[in-house]
């Protein structure tokens, strides 16, 4: 497993609920404020490590790092992913498509084994 990546989002709630319906996420820990809000939500993604948070978010960077994506099901994935709310981003063509998630973050969805 790859080391941890950092996102920082305005809703946490909303990002890992994303995660885990589109990209099939495991979460593996979750610490919250005594108000609610998630100061960490560590999840899984096939090899990616990310910790999710809202503590004092950032906007994302729009040229931001791509996270990678490698499924055998990429259109089905890409029809989930739309569907949750990502858009579709200029770039990849013939590597993949590339989308931006309802947190803010860009992915890259390639076809695999």
Known sequence: M??????????ADLAVA????????????RECLMDGQILTAALVIGQHHLVVSE???APADPDAAVLTLECAASAELLERALAAGARLEPGA??????????????WMIVDGA
């Open 55 to 57: 503590w004092d978010p």
């Open 18 to 29: 994303f995660y885990r319906d589109v990209f099939d996420a495991t979460e593996l820990d």
């Open 93 to 106: 063509g013939a590597a993949g498509v590339v989308l931006r998630d309802p947190a803010g973050q860009r």
């Open 2 to 11: 790859s080391d941890s990546i950092p996102l920082s989002v305005a809703d």
